[in-house]
């Protein structure tokens, strides 16, 4: 079956630090991924998404690369702030199961100013 | 933003009551989801739906029932709660789950629910 494997946290940082979360997936065929991000108190909204290999996906900063050779789809952002602080997960769909989702554990991430 | 609702928004509850959690949306997606979330496990699926009456199970179901009569009502009933589905509780929807969607999911705000 499919399975997303992320980074273990917690993860804290300084403000404008370099921030890397690592994501690596299991599935069949091609499926799409994703990073959602989650803020206290708040359901999941969707952080940046890449639908094929090699695509990046992008948003506030923050970029990820479908690598099909690796299974990986890290999440990078150069220069972290104080309102980046919340809880990332990496998720794949692989289009065949009435768009489920399968999701990674979460990584909380916190920075300090 | 996605329009979805969800209520209550918080409950306690005593064990062996039955209880429901709603989710209402505004998008007209045709596919809804329920999540439990707990510390250590991530998101799991309890059911989702792939149209109206149209249900199934996903990968944490017992103890749990779902019911969709309307694309915009998705209902999660616990028969006889228990303290071990003591969760956040999320609803979610995606616009399609065929070859050409992304699949994207949208969430709504969450249900903390608290059974004593």
């Known amino acids: 079956g499919n399975s997303v494997t992320q980074m273990e946290g917690p993860v804290t940082l300084s403000e404008e630090a370099f921030l890397t979360i690592n994501c690596t997936y299991t599935?069949?065929?091609?499926?799409?991924l994703f990073w959602y991000v989650q803020y206290p108190g708040e359901g999941l909204q969707l952080l940046l998404k890449a639908t094929k290999a090699d695509d990046k996906g992008s948003n506030k900063g923050f970029e990820a690369t479908y690598r099909k050779e690796t299974t990986s789809f890290h999440l990078e952002k150069g220069s972290v702030q104080v309102s980046d602080s919340a809880v990332y997960f990496c998720a794949l769909s692989d289009h065949t199961n009435a768009g489920k989702s399968t999701f990674g554990d979460g990584t909380t991430l916190t920075v300090k100013p | 933003d996605a329009g979805i609702t969800q209520s209550p928004r918080h409950k306690v509850t005593e064990t062996g009551t039955p209880v429901t959690l709603r989710c209402h949306q505004t998008e007209n997606h045709r596919y809804m989801y329920w999540y439990r979330q707990d510390p250590g496990h991530g998101l799991r699926l309890i059911h989702y739906s792939y149209g109206v009456k149209d249900t199934d199970k996903g990968e944490v179901s017992d103890g749990y029932s779902v019911s969709r009569s309307k694309t915009e009502d998705f209902l999660l009933t616990l028969e006889s709660a228990t303290s071990s589905q003591t969760s956040v509780y999320f609803c979610?929807?995606?616009?399609?789950?065929?070859?050409?969607?992304?699949?994207?999911?949208?969430f709504g705000p969450g249900t903390r629910l608290t059974v004593l």
């Open positions: 979610a929807i995606s616009e399609s789950g065929g070859l050409k969607s992304t699949d994207t999911q949208y």
């Open positions: 599935a069949t065929g091609y499926p799409s």
